[in-house]
């Protein structure tokens, strides 16, 4: 069974993060004047910076995966990109977390093709096995101790998904518990588990 690693991130973490990225780019001086946040997981983060930094204006990319982790030909692509350009801005591009970092690079690749007078990015956490270094993080992941980051805004996703990698050994809502506690290392109620199930069921 194959049960990765897991810590479900709380708001008070986000909040903490967030707080530490708009810190180091205050002391930096360098405080953009758009973050491109990329969708999904960096919708959020995009969105509390912007509130901590005094950003008004915001954009979107969305850096499309096919499968768990890569499209077919084994790479992220840009699947929606930007409505304008951002010529002559400073900006910053936004995600949760850099995993294997393509899904940033490609995001920053796609701003640069506008001309804008700076692109700096940030997220919340850093995994070292990543290929690509953002400008700013919060927390960096040792490769070492590869670990799923459950956020708030992908809680009930992504509880289904492992709870349905459980169930075939786990048969019931009990033992998908168990199983998550002993092989993921996460508490999660078994009406959590009943519900995720019920809001991801394939269609």
């Avoid at 758009?34 to 979107?60: E, F, N, S, Y």
Wanted: aromatic share 8%; hydrophobic share 40%; glycine share 6%.
């Amino acid at each position: 069974m194959d049960l990765p690693p897991c810590r479900i991130v709380t708001w008070s973490d986000i909040d903490r993060w967030a707080d530490s990225i708009a810190l180091q780019i205050e002391r930096a001086d360098r405080s953009p004047e758009t973050i491109v946040g990329l969708t999904r997981g960096g919708w959020i983060p995009a969105r509390l910076l912007a509130d901590r930094l005094g950003v008004k204006h915001l954009a979107a990319v969305r850096a499309q995966h096919w499968g768990v982790t890569a499209t077919r030909n084994g790479s992220a692509e840009i699947t929606e990109g930007l409505s304008r350009p951002l010529t002559d801005r400073k900006v910053l591009v936004v995600d949760d977390i850099t995993d294997t970092g393509q899904s940033l690079r490609l995001a920053i690749d796609h701003v640069q093709e506008s001309h804008p007078a700076l692109v700096e990015s940030a997220t919340f956490l850093h995994i070292e096995r990543s290929t690509y270094r953002p400008t700013y993080w919060a927390e960096v992941v040792p490769k070492e101790t590869w670990t799923w980051f459950i956020f708030p805004w992908n809680y009930w996703e992504d509880v289904g998904n492992l709870a349905r990698k459980a169930l075939p050994d786990g048969h019931d809502e009990y033992g998908v518990r168990r199983l998550l506690k002993e092989l993921s290392g996460i508490n999660i109620e078994e009406r959590d588990i009943r519900s995720a199930l019920a809001r991801t069921a394939p269609k």
